[in-house]
């Protein structure tokens, strides 16, 4: 990870732990300081450390989601393909201070089906969330599916996704736009999956979420639908919960034009109660983040900004005064993409 120049290590090593060394607690992060992306978002730092890096006989890329275990206090990453079978990379040095050192901090959980066998590699995984005890939720965009698993990759349960999510002909999901996103609240009694773009048919301006409680089984079953309307021309290409009822949004688009574009936003979800089985989200901009300075960052493609990238996963903590947001991006295997962290600070409404 670089810093933005020696002088304003102070600034951001203050920052990575929840407080702008400048600023005061409690006061928003002010445009103009070094590393103000927005009145509320700082950026403390990239690292291109996993970039192209291979354990295991695997390669560490295509990474399409990041999840905090708070049970261990570390990161998994969620690869979307693999030549071979599906596994989830546990991270570790992600809140390494004063700067972030990611590496891999074991060998891969690999995934596997209620049959006992290996997951396929080419299932497409998009979202992860950690749910109470461990248990690891993913998403992916073949059927599309979303299954519970244990610690050690083994399956446990499959939650059930309503038939219109499909991909279509079988439904009204368009290809490669399903399940892209997945979380689950600190208490564990609510699991959130986004669709990545809107349902064939529908206003193409807004993309569904399915909004699951926690049954006192411990399963998941439907509770209602959620309607989100991310910027425009945006897709969502992750989600984040850091309270019982809001949640953080990573929206994304590429154009050989304008390259990546990467915004955050913040979403009222509510109680999971109520009687609603619809219910619209108010979208709160946080940052474009092409407005973030390009500490030194490099690029094997053209970007506005050359901090940005491909940017699918995201990870928040709360940090003091404030939180750090991680964000992963999706080199799709690519020699002309880039693996790379992105960790952020900010004040959540």
């Given at each position: 990870?670089?810093?933005?120049?020696?002088?304003?290590v102070?600034?951001v090593?203050?920052?990575?732990?929840?407080?702008?060394?400048t600023?005061g607690?409690?006061?928003?992060?002010?445009?103009?300081?070094?590393?103000?992306?927005?009145?509320?978002?700082?950026?403390?730092?990239?690292?291109?450390?996993?970039?192209?890096?291979?354990?295991?006989?695997?390669?560490?890329?295509?990474?399409?989601?990041?999840?905090?275990d708070?049970?261990?206090?570390?990161?998994?990453?969620?690869?979307?393909?693999?030549?071979?079978?599906?596994?989830?990379?546990?991270?570790?040095?992600?809140?390494?201070?004063?700067?972030a050192q990611?590496?891999?901090?074991g060998?891969?959980?690999?995934?596997?089906?209620?049959?006992?066998?290996?997951?396929?590699?080419?299932?497409?995984?998009?979202?992860?969330?950690?749910?109470?005890?461990?248990?690891?939720?993913?998403?992916?965009?073949?059927?599309?599916?979303?299954?519970?698993?244990?610690?050690?990759?083994?399956?446990?349960?499959d939650?059930?996704?309503?038939?219109?999510?499909?991909?279509?002909?079988?439904?009204?999901?368009?290809?490669?736009?399903?399940?892209?996103?997945?979380?689950?609240?600190?208490?564990?009694?609510?699991?959130?999956?986004?669709?990545?773009?809107?349902?064939?048919?529908?206003?193409?301006?807004?993309?569904?979420?399915?909004?699951?409680?926690?049954?006192?089984?411990?399963?998941?079953?439907?509770?209602?639908?959620?309607?989100?309307?991310?910027?425009?021309?945006?897709?969502?290409?992750d989600?984040?919960?850091?309270?019982?009822?809001?949640?953080?949004?990573?929206?994304?688009?590429?154009?050989?034009?304008?390259?990546?574009?990467?915004?955050?936003?913040?979403?009222?979800?509510?109680?999971?109660?109520?009687?609603?089985?619809?219910?619209?989200?108010?979208?709160?901009?946080?940052?474009?983040?092409?407005?973030?300075?390009?500490?030194?960052?490099?690029?094997?493609?053209?970007?506005?900004?050359?901090?940005?990238?491909?940017?699918?996963?995201?990870?928040?903590?709360?940090?003091?005064?404030?939180?750090?947001?991680?964000?992963?991006?999706?080199?799709?295997?690519?020699?002309?993409?880039?693996?790379?962290?992105?960790?952020?600070?900010?004040?959540?409404?």
């Amino acid at each position: 990870m670089r810093l933005l120049n020696a002088g304003a290590v102070l600034l951001v090593g203050a920052g990575a732990m929840g407080v702008p060394a400048t600023t005061g607690i409690g006061v928003p992060v002010a445009t103009g300081l070094p590393g103000a992306c927005s009145p509320a978002v700082m950026a403390v730092g990239y690292s291109d450390a996993l970039d192209k890096v291979s354990v295991a006989g695997n390669r560490v890329g295509g990474l399409s989601a990041l999840a905090y275990d708070a049970g261990t206090g570390r990161y998994l990453a969620l690869p979307d393909h693999l030549p071979t079978a599906a596994v989830v990379w546990p991270l570790a040095g992600l809140d390494d201070l004063p700067v972030a050192q990611p590496r891999v901090a074991g060998p891969p959980i690999r995934l596997r089906t209620a049959a006992g066998g290996p997951v396929p590699g080419n299932a497409d995984n998009e979202g992860l969330a950690v749910l109470r005890g461990g248990l690891l939720a993913i998403s992916s965009e073949t059927g599309p599916a979303i299954s519970i698993f244990d610690r050690d990759g083994s399956w446990r349960s499959d939650v059930t996704v309503p038939p219109w999510f499909r991909t279509a002909p079988r439904g009204r999901a368009a290809p490669n736009a399903g399940l892209e996103g997945l979380t689950a609240n600190s208490s564990g009694d609510r699991l959130i999956a986004a669709m990545e773009k809107p349902l064939i048919g529908d206003d193409p301006g807004t993309v569904r979420m399915l909004d699951y409680r926690r049954t006192a089984a411990g399963g998941f079953v439907l509770n209602r639908e959620l309607r989100y309307r991310p910027a425009p021309g945006m897709r969502v290409a992750d989600i984040a919960a850091y309270a019982s009822d809001r949640m953080l949004v990573l929206e994304g688009a590429y154009s050989p034009r304008d390259g990546s574009s990467t915004v955050l936003a913040t979403a009222d979800v509510g109680p999971p109660t109520g009687h609603d089985r619809v219910r619209s989200l108010v979208r709160r901009p946080l940052a474009d983040l092409a407005g973030c300075p390009a500490m030194g960052a490099t690029s094997k493609e053209w970007q506005r900004n050359r901090l940005l990238d491909n940017y699918e996963g995201i990870a928040v903590v709360a940090r003091g005064a404030g939180y750090t947001i991680h964000l992963l991006s999706d080199d799709n295997y690519s020699p002309r993409q880039t693996t790379r962290l992105l960790t952020l600070w900010a004040r959540l409404p």
